[in-house]
């Protein structure tokens, strides 16, 4: 099973850029589809990103052009960028490599 650990979580501000890393414990090449999701507070868990094997990407309602989501397979890592956070991006963000789940990473957008 591949193990994905989340990391680049932060406290931003409205309008800042961030970037999130998912690093898995073995290769990535092979998996069917990598995700990015997140819980907000008061919100089910929703997709962000997802990119599958064939390289291509599904973005989740209202997070297309904001985020943008790659990998790079020599790093067996895959990223989230994000641009022009807002308040109500705040929440945690998941990394799903196939049916595994990380534990998530903190954003926190904040004046």
């Known amino acids: 099973q591949v193990h994905p650990v989340e990391s680049g979580g932060d406290s931003v501000q409205p309008g800042e850029s961030l970037t999130l890393s998912c690093t898995a414990s073995e290769s990535i090449s092979g998996v069917f589809v990598i995700g990015w999701y997140r819980q907000v507070p008061g919100k089910q868990r929703e997709l962000v990103a997802a990119l599958t094997s064939a390289d291509t990407t599904h973005y989740g309602d209202g997070m297309e052009g904001r985020f943008t989501i790659s990998k790079d397979s020599a790093k067996n890592t895959a990223y989230l960028q994000m641009n022009s956070l807002k308040p109500e991006d705040t929440g945690v963000y998941y990394c799903?490599?196939?049916?595994?789940w990380g534990q998530g990473t903190q954003v926190t957008v904040s004046s």
């Open positions: 799903a490599i196939d049916q595994n």
